[in-house]
């Protein structure tokens, strides 16, 4: 089963059903069956409500192997992809796996490609604390070199690429896409935008990078005004889709 | 069977499985048991291909009844809320349905309410279109007049709240949600935002106001930049967080 | 004369000529007729070179009542109503005094009204030491206080208002103003826009409220993107002007 | 003397004092001594009234040659760089020559090069409807040809750059830039950034590269929001200054 969330006040844990939570409020025992809602009490009394992860609980919890994608970012990918239930996806370079989760929740069949071993196990045992490890196979591995393989499989409806080399697996989208799936490409920088265009050439169509700036607002008894924190820049996101 | 997306060119027509498409190129049956990927002819001999529509497809295809979500906002309410798989969603006001779509094929189970009843039978017809209407139930009906109920039922995961009087329902959002629930108002003004913020009150947390600009990138010969063309405010999205 | 600025690496000072410097790198006594570009040296033997002040030296080395206006604030006020040689101006609240500098060294001659006494004095030092006392008139007092008295002498070119009552002043603008002169109110919070909006009614023309995102741009190795770390809200400009 | 604004309603014309103008709405013969806020009438007893031409106005009204800087973008230069009275600024490429004029009224004295030597004229022209003719050197001509003579006169306080070649000159600015003095590239392409950037390379500080975005607020009925229309890219500006 899927872990849980492990919340008293501002203080979070993540464990799976019957391990043990060990901390200064006292030593407490996730039951097998515990249900999300519950509230469970360490020996010395202090109360744990047990709750079930949510996406951007993903992104605080799963052990980084990087810069994990921000929620917003994962929601973006779905948003211009409608990458969603019965989607096949395919997926790299994973890093901490906060895309694969979200896709996979969103209900797609996630193969994500990692080249670093150890950032592959990690990502793999996030999957399971994210419980879509039945829904993403991470695989260890540089995609550019799997392509053939690849490309002779069932397609896929959206390709995800966040590595130094998607134009790579740009130039194959339309071998891998079925009639109408999209790729995506995250980079933080502007040089491989024009990379990823024109690897997409005139091969896929709706070729599209959005940037997208996201700030909070503070609302006080002063008045309502943007953020005088600012929010930086996280990505680009460009877009392309096979006829 | 849901509706599939039948492309000629820059030509798209949505039809359902044993519908017919008339147009100048030529009358095409749709076969009863059509697939994605299909290459059909019209009585003419032009091909046409049927795709499955995808979230962004729902957005330019849905009949309108107002100006509908944009698939970036749902993505961004998918990605601050993890809404998904699993997940029992609470939303208002229905509108075209493109918000309830998008979390219907990632796997929710969504209640939505509409008060125009003209509105809510587009709706439904879009939910059919986008073959979420077994998980998509569309009420005609104002939801402040049914906070009663919809509390006495089970907890929801997610409230999306779109409407002239959010404020009300989420006031009643800590009834509502599920532990680690989250709330997600949508306002084009600024003045709502207060008051989503006054309701949340001391009863929610992570209560939080972005807002989102999104800019595309134009790549030519002559250089990579920001669109000169400039793109537009669509809403301000509020995020609360049940403890 | 107006002061210098000293210049040792990192290290700056602002010295009127004839001042002494005491630094842990040693006296250095300023010449009356130093000269921008001087090399100066302490008794150390240790080098300053003598700077003109420009503006965004005003900012870094005004002494502050508060948070002062930023150069590129002050930048958009001038470009947006074109205040510079020639031009009479009306500002209130004066504030550090960063905008009524800019101004006058932009050859504006500036009336200026703050109500906190102790802080006009700081401004009328500023403005000595920013070499505009001659073309800056700091006046303790609350502007709306004077309007009739304003109003009767020759009008003005440009109001530029920061202040809390900035709407009872905008009211008046049609009296203050010379034909085609702007009026433009700062003001970091949305909730007074409106009302600024509504001083301007009808009897002034061009009512523009803008909000300006200025961030930098990182360019490495790697490449170049937007900064990371973002740049925050300052405030929001509001111009009109007379018909 | 400088040219009037003349202004009837939404209509405007620029005219210098002795001329005359002829519109469907009478013949109107601007006086000599035509003064600011003079109400004419055109020989069908229709009004006029002269304003003084301000730096939108000469956005507005300047015969163009391509694009001119935008009044933000001359403001901005201003502020960043604090030119103004008793600035010597060397500008380069003059185009329209709005920001030169900008510059001219804050009191600067200006030369500006401009390649196309009809441009040139023209910017002539707009330097004597703007009345800063006398303060604007427009010469017809490649600045980096010239550079070496340039560098031999006194030194310049503020260098203008909006050329395809900006970074030639920026090589050359610790020579040409007295010491604390500015130079400021405008360009709407992000690849002339890093041409900037490594053309100011160890010699010159404060190296920075801003992009602003400008919004307008929408204030209606409804409420308050950011203009659904979107503001486009204008250019980045880098700064640089020399120690």
């Known amino acids: 089963m899927e872990a849980v969330l492990l919340v008293h006040g501002d203080r979070e844990y993540v ?22 809602g519950d509230e469970l009490e360490t020996h010395l009394g202090e109360p744990f409500v047990a709750r079930r992860l949510r996406g951007p609980d993903l ?18 990918v779905m948003g211009h992809t ?37 950032f592959a196990d990690v990502a793999r045992e996030n999957m399971i604390l994210g419980g879509v490890d039945d829904r993403v196979d991470v695989r260890t591995g540089d995609v550019t070199e799997h392509l053939d393989e690849l490309v002779g499989a069932d397609s896929f409806d959206v390709l995800t690429l966040d590595t130094g080399d998607s134009a790579a697996v740009v130039e194959r989208a339309p071998e891998l896409l079925t009639t109408g799936g999209f790729v995506t490409v995250y980079s933080p920088f502007v040089e491989s935008i024009r990379k990823t265009i024109e690897a997409a050439g005139g091969d896929l169509t709706d070729v599209r990078t959005f940037e997208t700036i996201q700030r909070r607002m503070d609302v006080s008894e002063r008045g309502t005004r943007p953020s005088t924190a600012g929010v930086g820049h996280t990505g680009y996101l460009t877009f392309a889709r096979k006829e």
């Open 59 to 76: 992104f605080e919890h799963f052990e980084r192997t990087g810069a994990p994608m921000m929620p917003r970012d994962a929601g973006l």
């Open 82 to 118: 409608g990458a969603g239930g019965g989607d096949r996806v395919l997926d790299a370079g994973t890093g901490t796996g906060v895309l694969a989760a979200y896709l996979a929740r969103a209900g797609a069949e996630v193969t994500t490609y990692e080249t670093d071993p150890a």
């Open 15 to 36: 464990r799976h059903p019957g391990e043990e939570l060990q901390t200064d409020l006292g030593v407490l025992d996730v039951p097998e069956d515990v249900s999300h």
